[in-house]
């Protein structure tokens, strides 16, 4: 299916939704990005719902649906020629994430922890100072893996400076080699990815837990960015 096609597809089918439903939706949009699952290779995330700016209550709550076409004709080429139900597929996403954006307003403190966890985020894009737990307020993806916007974070246990990181991502190894300077707590982007997702993909070095840890001084995390090689 191409893009104009799937987009009107999404048109269509938005139609159909009762109107309810569609309280507080600001738009349904289509990107031609593709979204990897971090871990499991030949899966792909196919829709978003991103909450928006909110007056204080939940109820007020707008949000915008994103459905990835990338991401649907990936799973497509997978398949037979034929075999893909476009509109199946396509139907299934849009009211999941519709159902979403209802569960958003009806949890306030769930939308206050996801709009601090940005907030942050965007404090690290722009090199200001911020929380280096900020992530785990994001969007949990699978064990020690985080979704905050567009970016993903993997925490990675430390080795012995100079050792090279094993990081998995969408089902293939790599090898990263950080520099034997960076210390966690460490922010560590990813380059070079095979799949990468829209935005970063970031190993997050935590400091090993001990009891001395909580009488040191906090120092900002460090912040480096790695082209990573095949394992």
Avoid at 70 to 88: C, K, N, Q, V, Y
Avoid at 118 to 142: K, S
Wanted: hydrophobic share 40%; with cysteine.
């Amino acid at each position: 299916m191409r893009f104009a096609d799937f987009q009107a597809l999404v048109s269509r089918l938005k139609s159909e939704v009762p109107q309810q439903y569609l309280d507080g939706i600001v738009e349904v949009a289509v990107s031609q990005k593709a979204v990897p699952h971090p871990l499991r290779a030949e899966v792909y995330t196919l829709g978003e719902c991103v909450p928006l700016e909110w007056s204080g209550s939940g109820a007020d709550l707008q949000s915008r649906v994103i459905l990835y076409y990338g991401s649907f004709a990936a799973l497509a080429a997978l398949e037979a020629p034929g075999d893909f139900d476009w509109r199946t597929e396509t139907w299934e996403t849009l009211t999941h994430e519709l159902r979403h954006h209802i569960e958003w307003r009806a949890n306030q403190r769930a939308l206050d922890t996801y709009d601090w966890a940005a907030e942050q985020n965007f404090a690290r894009h722009e090199g200001d100072a911020f929380d280096p737990a900020f992530y785990r307020d994001g969007e949990r993806l699978a064990s020690g893996i985080f979704k905050v916007d567009d970016d993903v974070f993997l925490e990675v246990s430390p080795k012995a400076s100079g050792r090279p990181l094993d990081i998995h991502w969408h089902g293939k190894a790599y090898r990263v080699e950080v520099p034997p300077e960076v210390r966690p707590p460490a922010f560590v982007t990813l380059d070079g990815l095979a799949e990468p997702p829209p935005g970063d993909v970031v190993a997050v070095l935590r400091p090993r837990a001990s009891l001395a840890a909580l009488f040191r001084r906090r120092t900002p995390p460090a912040m480096v960015t790695v082209r990573v090689r095949d394992a």
